[in-house]
């Protein structure tokens, strides 16, 4: 079991940055994969990046490659995303999530969830 609490968002002008934190509870995180997704009003929740257990792979969606860093720290049991040169449409609620699969992109393939946290970005 895992439980998973979000921090980090906020309103940030297009081209500026944020890091969103993920702390999780348990004492397995570092078993876990963890993934972030976000979702805007009236769209589906969408895969961001993914880091593996170790950190030593991490994947990314199309959209955030080159700007976005995903890293985690097992020893704070802490999953990070660094966000650059963000643009109005990265606008969304954020959440981090936990999976035993080595890598998943799917909102489905992830067993727990965080409640999210709000990202704004003003053009």
């Known amino acids: 079991q895992v439980q998973l609490v979000e921090s980090g968002g906020g309103l940030v002008q297009a081209g500026g940055s944020l890091r969103l934190s993920c702390a999780a509870s348990?004492?397995?995180?570092?078993?876990?994969?963890m993934g972030w997704f976000r979702q805007a009003p009236g769209k589906e929740r969408e895969f961001v990046a993914a880091?593996?257990?170790?950190?030593?792979?991490?994947v990314y969606a199309d959209s955030v490659k080159g700007r976005f860093a995903i890293s985690r720290d097992n020893a704070e049991n802490t999953v990070y995303l660094q966000m650059n040169s963000l643009k109005p449409e990265d606008s969304a609620v954020y959440y981090c999530?936990?999976?035993?699969?080595?890598?998943?992109?799917?909102?489905?393939?992830?067993?727990?969830w965080g409640q999210g946290t709000q990202v704004t970005v003003s053009s």
């Open positions: 348990g004492r397995t995180f570092s078993s876990y994969t």
């Open positions: 880091i593996t257990w170790s950190g030593g792979t991490a």
């Open positions: 999530a936990a999976t035993v699969n080595y890598i998943a992109t799917i909102p489905v393939e992830y067993a727990y």
